[in-house]
T-cell receptor
Framework: DAKTTQPPSMDCAEGRAANLPCNHSTISGNEYVYWYRQIHSQGPQYIIHGLKNNETNEMASLIITEDRKSSTLILPHATLRDTAVYYC?????????????FGKGTKLTVNP | GAGVSQSPSNKVTEKGKDVELRCDPISGHTALYWYRQSLGQGLEFLIYFQGNSAPDKSGLPSDRFSAERTGGSVSTLTIQRTQQEDSAVYLCASLLTGGTTVKEQFFGPGTRLTVL
């Protein structure tokens, strides 16, 4: 299974951009990178996913390096409500099964 | 319903007892997952159901753990002879498969299991 590596914690000032890095150096060519976040005591919430190209939606942007060995999730204007654990995940497909392989994530604290 | 629901939200049991955790996926979602999250840890994959295919049970930690999905909808995760290390939040997720669009998993709020 491809594994991901993230810093355990990060801080960001409210209103500033939060850039969360992720390494996935063993990712295979057909494996997608997903980002989820988990606010305390809630189930994980989907943010964004990508394969090769950079992606943007109403929540965030995802920048994937050309060699696909790393990516960065960007929250352009962080708010206090963005304080959460952010998981960078590779979707693994094996035979007829697929699953998300979670790491420990990055705890992002947005400070006022 | 609007999202994935799980019951109970909290379960406290004594060591050695059996427990059943329930998941109601989003209507029409063909894939269903169970994950476990121990305190301060990331999510650990347990089992995956996809339509009528044989489930992927590769993440179940021991034969005390089993899961069923009846009628392609509701799923029950059963833990027999619970141990203290089984204490965790058990999360269920569902996914609408089919077509060529890559889709995301929707998670329920989880069941917090405490084994005394």
């Amino acid at each position: 299974d491809a594994k991901t590596t993230q810093p355990p914690s990060m801080d960001c000032a409210e209103g500033r951009a939060a850039n969360l890095p992720c390494n996935h150096s063993t990712i295979s060519g057909n494996e997608y990178v997903y980002w989820y976040r988990q606010i305390h005591s809630q189930g994980p919430q989907y943010i964004i996913h990508g394969l090769k190209n950079n992606e943007t939606n109403e929540m965030a942007s995802l920048i994937i390096t050309e060699d696909r060995k790393s990516s960065t999730l960007i929250l352009p204007h962080a708010t206090l409500r963005d304080t959460a654990v952010y998981y960078c995940i590779v979707r693994v497909r094996q035979g007829g099964s697929e699953k998300l392989v979670f790491g420990k994530g990055t705890k992002l604290t947005v400070n006022p | 319903g609007a999202g994935v629901s799980q019951s109970p939200s909290n379960k406290v049991t004594e060591k050695g007892k059996d427990v059943e955790l329930r998941c109601d996926p989003i209507s029409g979602h063909t894939a269903l997952y169970w994950y476990r999250q121990s305190l301060g840890q990331g999510l650990e994959f347990l089992i995956y159901f996809q339509g009528n295919s044989a489930p992927d049970k590769s993440g179940l930690p021991s034969d005390r753990f089993s899961a069923e999905r009846t009628g392609g909808s509701v799923s029950t995760l059963t833990i027999q002879r619970t141990q203290q290390e089984d204490s965790a939040v058990y999360l269920c997720a569902s996914l609408l498969t089919g077509g060529t669009t890559v889709k995301e998993q929707f998670f329920g709020p989880g069941t917090r299991l405490t084994v005394l």
